[in-house]
């Protein structure tokens, strides 16, 4: 089994639709990430999670939300969805003892 | 502002031919450096540098940082088709968690 999977991995939606997209993962780590991949922009943080009480925001925050329910789980949320909003959506997750990332393997947003 | 810029944007090569990926970075507080590799989807782990000068190998890949000169480089000897993918840098300041991730460097290796 995949130690870190998102749900959906396709999704096609109207503007202005509610969306949310989450990861779980069952490596046992406290750090958990969302980015967006858009063709020649490379990968970009929208937020990041450090345990359940902690979320931060990263470069492209603005039209997204998220929710850690639990250590394990990291939703990312979309109140309103624009078309630029279409894109890769990968979760990533780290552990506090080491610096390296664990990427679920992604999920495709098309807002139309 | 933070940063990472990686080149060339794109290479395409032979099979048998050795390239070399670049990574140039400016962080505050530079704590490591990562490459991936990625091919259809997830980005993949490959190298992890902390230390200036220490190079890391797996087979034909190996990777070298610069912390002076502020970069890194990934070589790939004896490329493969297999080979062919993006391959991304990213850069982890101190103090943060954070990553700051390239465009990365599309490689296409020809049969």
């Known amino acids: 089994d995949a130690d870190v999977t998102q749900t959906p991995r396709n999704r096609i939606t109207k503007t202005g639709k509610r969306i949310m997209l989450e990861c779980s993962q069952t490596?046992?780590?406290?750090?958990m990430y969302w980015y967006r991949q858009d063709p020649g922009l490379g990968l970009r943080l929208i937020y990041y999670s450090f345990d359940v009480k902690d979320i931060n925001k990263g470069e492209i925050s603005d039209g997204y939300s998220v929710s850690r329910q639990a250590q394990a789980k990291f939703s990312l949320s979309l109140e309103s969805a624009i078309p630029n909003q279409t894109a890769l959506y990968f979760c990533?997750?780290?552990?506090?003892?080491?610096?390296?990332?664990?990427f679920g393997p992604g999920t495709r947003l098309t807002v139309l | 502002e933070d940063k990472v810029v990686q080149s060339p944007l794109s290479l395409v090569v032979h099979e048998g031919d050795t390239v070399t990926l670049n990574c140039s970075y400016e962080?505050?507080?530079?704590?490591?450096l990562l490459w991936y590799k990625q091919e259809k989807k997830a980005p993949t782990f490959l190298f992890m540098l902390?230390?200036?000068?220490i190079e890391k190998k797996s087979g034909r890949l190996s990777s070298i940082l610069d912390k002076k000169e502020l970069f890194s480089i990934l070589n790939i000897t004896a490329t493969q088709t297999g080979d062919s993918a993006v391959y991304l840098c990213?850069?982890?300041?101190?103090?943060?968690?954070?990553?700051?991730f390239g465009t990365g460097t599309r490689l296409k290796v020809l049969a």
């Open positions: 490596k046992g780590h406290d750090r």
């Open positions: 990533a997750t780290a552990a506090s003892s080491y610096n390296e990332q664990f």
């Open positions: 902390t230390s200036s000068g």
């Open positions: 990213a850069v982890s300041p101190s103090g943060t968690y954070k990553y700051i």
């Open positions: 962080v505050t507080n530079f704590r490591s």
